[in-house]
C-alpha cells in the first residue's frame, strides 16, 4: 500500500506483511512496483546504513548537484523522518512532512530530488536503511538547520536532540541554495 503524505510527492510504502508464529516476511523493493506506484523510473546507485542512539537528529540534509532521492526505512528501532520541500516551482515550497519509521511498522518513506531530509531517534538506537538515486558528493551536501522556525518542524516531545557540528552549522530556510 502506498499514501501521499501531506505533500504529495513525498510516499509513504506500507508492505504486505506475512506472518505467522515463525516470524514474518515482507518485500521490502520491488523495482517494477515502486516504478508504478511513484510514476516515474528512478534507479538507486547507493544504500546507506546509519546507526544512531536515543536524541541524535541528522539533517537537514540534501545535495544541489548531484541530488539525491532516497527510499528510507528502519529495520530496528524508531524514528520521526521529515522532509522539506526546497523546489522553487513547488506550491510546497518551504512545507515540511513527518511521519515515524520503525521496526514494527515496516513503513518507509520515499524522498524525492528536490528535498532536505532528516531524523530523530526516539528509541534507545535506531538502523536507518536508505537508497539513494545518486552518489554521495560531500562538496555538494547542504544543511537546513534543523529548528528554523520559518519552517516549523514540530519534533516529537521528550526527546532533546544531540547534533553533530555539521548539523549545528545548518543555514535558515532563507538562506539555503533551492532547487529549480
Not at 505533500?7 to 506500507?14: G, S, T, Y
Not at 516476511?25 to 534507479?43: P, T
Not at 547507493?46 to 544541489?64: C, M, P, T
Not at 538547520?145 to 519552517?151: E, K, V
Amino acid at each position: 500500500m502506498v499514501q501521499a503524505s501531506s505533500i504529495p510527492d513525498v510516499l509513504i510504502f506500507e508492505p504486505e506483511m506475512f506472518e505467522d508464529e515463525r516470524g514474518f516476511f515482507f518485500e521490502s523493493w520491488n523495482a517494477r512496483e515502486f516504478r508504478q506506484k511513484i510514476g516515474c523510473d528512478v534507479q538507486f546507485v547507493q544504500d546507506n546504513h546509519s546507526y544512531s542512539r536515543r536524541g541524535v537528529l541528522r539533517g537537514l540534509h540534501y545535495q544541489v548537484r548531484q541530488p539525491q532521492g532516497k527510499l528510507v526505512r528502519v529495520v530496528r528501532g524508531r524514528v520521526f523522518d521529515v522532509a522539506v520541500d526546497l523546489r522553487k516551482s513547488s506550491p510546497n515550497l518551504g512545507r515540511w512532512t513527518g511521519t515515524e519509521l520503525s521496526e514494527q511498522n515496516h513503513r518507509q518513506s520515499w524522498i524525492p530530488v528536490g528535498f532536505a531530509h532528516g531524523f530523530l531517534v526516539l528509541s534507545d538506537s535506531a538502523d536507518v536503511l536508505y537508497k539513494t538515486t545518486d552518489y554521495y558528493a560531500p562538496e555538494h551536501e547542504r544543511c537546513v538547520i534543523w529548528n528554523d522556525p520559518a519552517i516549523g518542524i514540530e519534533w516529537p516531545r521528550g526527546v532533546k536532540p544531540r547534533l553533530s557540528a555539521k548539523d549545528q552549522a545548518g543555514v535558515l530556510f532563507h538562506d539555503t541554495e533551492l532547487f529549480p
